[in-house]
């Protein structure tokens, strides 16, 4: 089906435009239709020709394609008569086939003033559904703020929005939106815009029930026979109900006597959860420094830090005497303020400001670790964590977590895309040097 045109005679089509105040105005002149090639020149080329009698000035632009329909829209400042702009409309209408509109209003305000209170909301689903997109608005509406664009992130292995929302205090903000995340059952992250969202630059992430699936501690006990004591010490110790170094301690004496072959064998059945080497491999290139802090065990953490190329890495280890555990640890327990504690440390060898390093943990161990960094989020946590994290997580996806960092899933794609390339290049190169 063709573009609609419109088919009033240019002068009617002129006279239902509403002309301009005396003086400068702003005007917007919206195009839409079947989108190709060439349509943003020939829109900007028709308003230059009027540049030498207005002074056209561009305050502002929008452009959203939508499977192949466009939408653009231009905020610009003028003097020029509605009959002028309505000449201009007509042609581009004529030459590409488009709808254009144009609309006045009185002269536009500072557009900084319209930015204040801004922060990227980022909605999440797998499926999200039209329901939980308008409670999202309702509760953006209800605080009187504003939903200035809306985007989408990533359609794949969840669907993620990220909406600009404006004239929204931070704390008014999370609360309603909180309220519509338990209500809908999506994932929402806030943060206020501005450069400190885009400079984020080192990521720290705790290793059992988020960088890998399960706990390696009672993959152990089920080698040793006490499979069951153990998971039971460790799930309270994750809820906070449990002092996290004398649970350790507890869980540790039991596995005395594990022949230390036994922990080798059991590291090779840990599997990574998924997206994490996405999540890993992507952050890298984008310049992040990246580490892993566990309550568990060196025995695991050292072969993951290789694996992966981590740039740091912090845990507890098993003694090992005579080819068995002893049922000890080597050194001071790295507990709930021990991550804490590494996260700083990491930091301050990366020379990394605080306020620009991201932390990711499931238990109540995690706590400390999660409220010291820039932005800590609860990944597939207890309900205790999550309500004390900057956001939470609920998919089984870890490179999820990029879509919080305002990466969408074509940015990924595009840098796996270009790394194919240089790699095929190099091995032409090497083959032919």
Do not use: W
């Amino acid at each position: 089906m063709p573009a609609r045109r419109s088919t009033a005679p240019e002068n009617d089509r002129a006279r239902t435009i509403p002309t301009s105040p005396e003086g400068d105005s702003s005007a917007l002149v919206t195009l839409t239709g079947r989108d190709r090639p060439g349509l943003t020149a020939s829109l900007f080329t028709a308003l230059a020709g009027l540049d030498d009698r207005s002074g056209i000035e561009i305050l502002d632009v929008e452009q959203v394609v939508i499977r192949d329909r466009l939408v653009l829209g231009v905020l610009l400042r003028s003097s020029l008569h509605g009959d002028q702009l309505a000449d201009v409309a007509a042609k581009v209408e004529a030459d590409t086939g488009m709808q254009v509109d144009v609309s006045f209003g009185a002269a536009a305000r500072d557009l900084s003033e319209h930015r204040r209170g801004r922060h990227h909301v980022i909605v999440l689903g797998r499926p999200l559904r039209a329901g939980a997109v308008g409670a999202v608005a309702g509760a953006v509406a209800e605080i009187g703020a504003n939903i200035d664009s809306i985007s989408r992130l990533s359609d794949y292995p969840v669907t993620s929005l990220e909406m600009m929302v404006s004239g929204a205090k931070s704390g008014r903000l999370r609360t309603v939106l909180s309220l519509a995340a338990a209500d809908t059952g999506v994932d929402i992250a806030v943060e206020k815009a501005g450069l400190h969202r885009r400079s984020k630059r080192l990521i720290v992430m705790d290793v059992d029930s988020t960088l890998v699936q399960g706990e390696f501690i009672d993959v152990l006990a089920a080698r040793a026979g006490c499979g069951e004591q153990v998971a039971a010490i460790t799930a309270a110790a994750m809820r906070g109900e449990l002092d996290f170094a004398e649970a350790l301690r507890a869980r540790v004496v039991m596995l005395r006597g594990l022949p230390a072959q036994e922990v080798h064998s059991a590291r090779a059945t840990v599997r990574l959860t998924a997206g994490a080497r996405t999540l890993v491999r992507t952050l890298k290139r984008m310049g992040y420094q990246c580490g892993i802090v566990s309550g568990g065990f060196t025995q695991l953490t050292d072969h993951l830090a290789a694996e992966l190329g981590m740039d740091f890495a912090a845990a507890n280890t098993l003694e090992i005497d005579g080819g068995r555990l002893t049922g000890r640890l080597v050194g001071d327990i790295l507990d709930r303020a021990g991550k804490a504690e590494a996260l700083t440390r990491f930091a301050a060898a990366a020379g990394v400001p605080m306020s620009q390093t991201v932390a990711v943990g499931d238990g109540a161990n995690d706590l400390d670790m999660l409220k010291k960094a820039g932005l800590g989020i609860a990944f597939n946590a207890k309900p205790g964590v999550r309500a004390q994290a900057d956001t939470s997580l609920n998919q089984p996806f870890l490179d999820a977590i990029l879509f919080f960092l305002g990466i969408s899933s074509s940015d990924v794609e595009s840098a796996e895309a270009e790394e194919t390339t240089g790699d095929a290049n190099l091995s032409v190169e090497a083959r032919h040097g």
